[in-house]
């Protein structure tokens, strides 16, 4: 089993940045792809952004030059910096940690951008 606790959540003005961090604990293969997802009210949960161990980085289209991701390996932790909010990207952000055929999930942290 995998546990993942995520941070870094809130409320922030349209054109703000919020930082996200997700921790990894357990079972971690180290061949794995961690990322984030999100879920809008009245939405299905959508990919934000992908880091796998070996492998390209993968951007959702509405967040390309705004968001970055970076994982550490070391301390398998995985951040998302996310720049230039809009208010579309109000959601819960889901880490999630893909490895040996299964999904692991946090509980989710909010992200409110206002105007």
């Known amino acids: 089993q995998v546990q993942l606790v995520e941070s870094g959540g809130g409320w922030v003005q349209a054109g703000g940045s919020l930082r996200l961090a997700c921790a990894a604990s357990g079972s971690i293969f180290r061949i794995n792809s961690m990322g984030w997802y999100r879920q809008a009210p009245g939405k299905q949960r959508e990919l934000v952004a992908t880091?796998?161990?070996?492998?390209?980085?993968n951007y959702a289209d509405s967040v390309k030059g705004r968001f970055t991701i970076s994982r550490d390996n070391a301390k398998n932790t995985v951040h998302l910096q996310m720049n230039s909010l809009k208010l579309e990207d109000t959601g819960v952000y889901y880490c999630?940690?893909?490895?040996?055929?299964?999904?692991?999930w946090g509980q989710g942290t909010q992200v409110t951008v206002s105007s």
């Open positions: 880091f796998p161990t070996y492998g390209r980085i």
């Open positions: 999630n940690q893909a490895q040996l055929r299964k999904d692991y």
